[in-house]
């Protein structure tokens, strides 16, 4: 008994941060976006909101474009991950780590300003295409900022987010997946068979669930997509804000709708997420 | 061979890590830099002076950051500690639902709950306050600390602390003399993790600060929505110092190996 509440009292802080800030502030978006807000004068229950985001086409349009950019960035850097894991796994241990530490480490925003000033039409990219003769003025070359296709922002997001899923992937090549991939060896597999048939059964649970983190966070990170996305359509989170900060205070209920939408995605993925990581554990 | 190949692959990866700072270091010292040169005509130090000039705003920002940083690697640690000791130092029911409730604002955007919890700042005089920011930072930085103390505490066995308690010593006495001591490394990464995930917020102090706050990133963000490049790559690589001094701190006091444990998994995934 006496060790129940001593376990209560360690919790406690942790949840109150949680519960009142993070779950409250949850619990709050949830009733605001049903029309409930008496300091403005809306005092009804109502699911006008829903209505209104679920089948405007601003917000198809926006979850089409943050399921786009979140599925494209992590597809990349998944492959990018395996790719680059596979050719450091033999070098030394400091370096690799110093090179994958370092995105994760960097800010976004630092990472999107640079990324910016690479692949902008003006940007040490278009300069070096120039020098090499390969196009005339800044206007040829192609538009990665701002773009239809976000590429400057699923650029940043691949650099990002890539080291992390390779760490991932690194662990587990340095683990179990090399002295079977020696064993594959003195049995005579060529090298992709040793790939697909030994080496990539081992490390895919830690890639899934890396993708995950990395889909989860993409779709409901703000700054990159608020940087170097164009004004029209906007990812969620940029949609919910623009919504939220709107000068008509009745925009405020649509907001918390779309705020809503994505708790509830990217909480089912935290859920798949730390199933497969029990997974994972007792395996 | 394959040594050689894995040290090409590396630089390759080095080269690609260091892309966006090649530009960003190029133009924080660009005087005159024209399309479609490759590297300034002209070097200057406006960028620098412009960090260091008080009539800039930018030492003043990065105070506001460091102390908000500061307190928030602090209390997050205090809050974290206990509760690595809960969920890494003994076994009860329930644990997998408190465990996915401490990780939540982990994966689902405290932006969603902020916003949702601004009204209720703004009644209680919240917004605009230094305090109020640093009450929302803790949001994503809690979670950290409390998942990397989780694994800090699975690996002690308690055996230490059993035999200061035999040994008559009080709990408080045996933590602060037995399990603190133990720990203090662990703590130091928690505590600098929280820092760098404070130090790289933008939208939370936005929202809660309401443009009062003036924090770094705030300072970045407008040189990133102006065209003035250099004051963009100043304020960029300002911004990148904790970040850049905390892995060269990190990989100094590690041992290689002990960061890709599969810890990494969650613990030292995002950071900003």
Redesign the interface.
Same mark, same amino acid.
């Given at each position: 008994m006496g060790?129940?509440v001593?376990?209560a009292?360690?919790?406690?802080?942790? *949840?109150v941060?949680?519960g009142v800030?993070?779950?409250?502030?949850?619990?709050?978006?949830?009733v %605001?976006s049903l029309g409930y807000?008496p300091?403005i004068g809306m005092a009804e229950v109502n699911l006008d909101a829903y209505r209104e985001v679920l089948t405007g086409e601003d917000f198809l349009d926006s979850l089409f474009l943050t399921v786009y950019v979140a599925g494209a960035s992590t597809s990349a850097a998944t492959v990018l991950a395996v790719l680059?894991a596979m050719? *450091?796994?033999?070098?030394?241990?400091?370096? =690799?780590?110093?090179?994958? %530490?370092?995105?994760?480490?960097?800010?976004? *925003?630092?990472? =999107?300003?640079?990324?910016?000033?690479?692949i902008s039409q003006?940007?040490?990219g278009?300069?070096?295409a120039?020098?090499l003769g390969l196009i005339g003025e800044?206007k040829d070359f192609p538009v990665l900022l701002y773009d239809r296709y976000s590429i400057g922002i699923i650029v940043t997001y691949v650099?990002k987010e890539t080291?992390?899923i390779a760490?991932?992937v690194?662990?587990?090549l340095?683990g179990v997946a090399a002295d079977l991939e020696d064993v594959a060896r003195t049995l005579g597999a060529g090298s992709w068979q040793r790939f697909w048939y030994v080496v990539f059964p081992v490390i895919s649970p830690?890639i899934v669930?890396?993708s995950l983190?990395v889909f989860?966070?993409t779709f409901?990170?703000?700054?990159v997509p +608020?940087?170097l996305g164009k004004t029209y359509p906007t990812i969620l989170?940029v949609m919910? +804000?623009n919504e939220?900060r709107d000068i008509d205070l009745s925009a405020r209920p649509v907001?918390?709708a779309i705020?809503?939408v994505?708790?509830a995605v990217?909480?089912a993925?935290?859920?798949a +997420?730390?199933r497969l990581?029990?997974d994972l554990g007792r395996g | 061979m394959a040594r050689k190949r894995g040290n090409f692959g590396l630089v390759l990866v080095a080269a690609l890590v260091a892309l966006p700072f090649l530009p960003l270091i190029l133009w924080t010292f660009a005087g005159e830099w024209r399309f479609p040169d490759l590297l300034p005509a002209e070097w200057s130090l406006r960028g620098v002076r412009y960090l260091l000039d008080p009539g800039s705003g930018v030492l003043l920002a990065t105070l506001t950051s460091l102390l908000i940083g500061a307190s928030v690697a602090l209390a997050s640690v205090a809050v974290g500690v206990p509760a690595g000791m809960a969920l890494g130092g003994y076994e009860w029911r329930f644990k997998g639902v408190v465990i996915f409730f401490i990780l939540l604002p982990i994966l689902v955007p405290p932006l969603a709950s902020t916003m949702g919890i601004h009204l209720t700042f703004i009644r209680l005089g919240l917004t605009d306050t230094v305090f109020g920011v640093f009450l929302v930072h803790l949001v994503p930085t809690v979670p950290y600390t409390a998942i990397i103390m989780t694994s800090i505490f699975v690996e002690r066995t308690g055996e230490l602390e059993e035999v200061a308690r035999t040994l008559g010593a009080s709990p408080w006495r045996t933590f602060v003399h037995v399990t603190l001591p133990q720990i203090a490394p662990g703590v130091a990464v928690a505590g600098l993790f929280a820092f760098l995930i404070s130090w790289g917020q933008y939208i939370l102090t936005l929202l809660i600060g309401g443009g009062n706050i003036v924090t770094l990133p705030m300072l970045l963000f407008s040189a990133a929505s102006g065209n003035d490049p250099v004051i963009t790559s100043a304020l960029a690589l300002a911004f990148a110092i904790p970040a850049i001094l905390a892995l060269i701190i990190a990989l100094r006091y590690l041992k290689p190996g002990e960061a890709d444990d599969g810890r990494g998994l969650l613990g030292l995934g995002k950071v900003s």
């Open positions: 060790g129940r001593k376990i009292l360690l919790l406690a802080p942790a *949840l941060v949680i800030l993070f779950a409250g502030g949850l619990l709050a978006a949830l %605001q807000l300091a680059a050719a *450091l796994r033999r070098s030394s241990g400091r370096l =690799a780590a110093l090179v994958f %530490q370092l995105p994760i480490t960097i800010p976004h *925003l630092v990472a =999107a300003v640079g990324i910016a000033l690479v003006t940007g040490l278009a300069r070096l120039v020098t800044p650099w080291p992390f760490l991932v690194l662990a587990s340095r830690g669930a890396a983190i989860s966070f409901g990170a703000f700054e +608020y940087l989170p919910a +804000y939220y907001a918390m705020n809503i994505i708790a990217t909480a993925f935290a859920a +997420y730390l990581a029990r | -």
